[in-house]
């Protein structure tokens, strides 16, 4: 069986600048896998190489077996390519149930009109409610996602990510600014995704990194630097020469 997601020689390059190098990387099906790195490592540019946002300037992204290098992002998002975003995506005046309906609908191939005369749509409106549910937004899903709490905001996104039923799911940094109060509930939501989702976490909190993942690789300096468990990663000492040390003294 192929892999859920795999790059093989993947480069990107600014002018001079070698953001991507040569990287080879493999996501398992159902995988709960970290990418981690110091800043300005690469890793941005690796998810931007892999959701079609930027073109490599050479290598491969296969999903599922299937050569999408070339795929605009959207193709790649109707292959099963979820994400979310380190920035805010959302719709600020939109609510929880029109933002996730939406998102149901345009899978559907419907988009805002078809959105529109869903009210008649039981099995619809059945998911919606469940992905409301799940990312614990049923108390708030007629407020304007504006006025909601930031780590809502976080949770919202996650339900408009996987209204869209990715195979794979591409999470960049979920966890940025979301105040300590609130980080629990997102933190166990993170752990209740579903299983057949393989997921890709990209993210500097090493608590949420090490909780979450079973798997991590590190980046440095566009290169595949290391690989392997959080054990393994965390023993390596290469990696917490580059990294973890970097860390400590920041
Ligand atoms: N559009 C661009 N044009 C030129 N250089 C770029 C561009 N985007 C990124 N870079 C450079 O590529 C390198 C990798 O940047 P990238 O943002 O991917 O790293 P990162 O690991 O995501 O960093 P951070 O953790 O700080 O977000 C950096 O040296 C950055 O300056």
């Known amino acids: 069986m192929s892999a859920a997601l795999r790059t093989i020689a993947l480069e990107k390059r600014f002018g001079g600048l070698v953001a991507t ?11 709960r896998h970290a990418l981690i790195g110091p800043n300005g490592a690469g890793k941005t540019t690796f998810v931007n190489l892999l959701t079609g946002v930027l073109p490599a300037t ?10 999408v ?19 805010n995506q959302l719709f600020p005046a939109m609510t929880p149930v029109e933002s996730v309906g939406l998102a149901v609908s345009e899978r559907m191939g419907g988009g805002a009109d078809f959105w529109r005369s869903l009210g008649a749509r039981r099995d619809i409106i059945g998911e919606v409610l469940d992905l409301l549910e799940r990312f614990r937004l049923i108390d708030v899903m007629d407020h304007p996602t504006a006025r909601l709490a930031y780590g809502k905001q976080r949770l919202l996104e996650l339900a408009v990510a996987l209204a869209g039923n990715p195979r794979v799911l591409l999470l960049d940094e979920p966890a940025a600014g979301v105040p300590e109060a609130e980080r629990r509930e997102l933190l166990d939501t993170l752990a209740a995704l579903p299983s057949d989702v393989s997921i890709l976490l990209i993210e500097h909190d090493m608590d949420l990194v090490f909780s979450f993942a079973d798997r991590i690789t590190v980046l440095v ?6 690989e392997g468990t959080p054990g393994d990663v965390m023993k390596d000492p290469r990696v917490r020469e580059v990294y973890l040390g970097e860390e400590e003294h920041a």
């Not at 190098?21 to 995988?31: Q, S």
């Not at 050479?58 to 050569?67: I, K, S």
């Not at 292959?79 to 380190?86: D, H, M, N, V, Y």
């Open 221 to 226: 300096n566009g290169t595949h630097f290391a």
């Open 58 to 67: 050479a290598g491969q992204v296969l999903l599922d077996g299937e050569d």
């Open 69 to 87: 290098t070339r795929l605009s992002q959207q193709r790649r998002a109707r292959r099963g390519l979820g994400r979310t975003f380190q920035i």
């Open 21 to 31: 190098n040569k990287v080879d990387f493999t996501l398992e099906h159902g995988a």
